[in-house]
Nanobody, 115 residues
Framework: QVQLVESGGGLVQAGGSLRLSCAAS????????FGWYRQAPGKQRELVVS???????NYADSVKGRFTISRDNAKNTVALQMDSLKPEDTAVYYC?????????WGQGTQVTVSS
């Protein structure tokens, strides 16, 4: 199994920045890709960005140019730098990994952007 611990998040005004971090432990050798998802109240969980072991990224159109994902394979960590935040970015953000045994999820961290 893989355990994920998220940190960061909080309350910020529109236009501000936040940084989320996710640390993986356990069978980290099995991790193929990291991802960040988010779920706003009343909405489905959606992909924000993913990054493969090789560093290939896939950003949601809504965050392109504002969010940046980075990955440290040696430390099994991933970070999400979120700039120019908008009220519509308000959601619970979840760290995700894709492994040979399936996906694993973090507990989620709240991001609230006030207008």
């Amino acid at each position: 199994q893989v355990q994920l611990v998220e940190s960061g998040g909080g309350l910020v005004q529109a236009g501000g920045s936040l940084r989320l971090s996710c640390a993986a432990s356990g069978r980290t050798f099995s991790i193929n890709a990291f991802g960040w998802y988010r779920q706003a109240p009343g909405k489905q969980r959606e992909l924000v960005v993913s990054i493969s072991r090789g560093g290939s990224t896939n950003y949601a159109d809504s965050v392109k140019g504002r969010f940046t994902i980075s990955r440290d394979n040696a430390k099994n960590t991933v970070a999400l730098q979120m700039d120019s935040l908008k009220p519509e970015d308000t959601a619970v953000y979840y760290c995700n990994v894709q492994t040979a045994w399936g996906p694993y999820w973090g507990q989620g961290t709240q991001v609230t952007v006030s207008s």
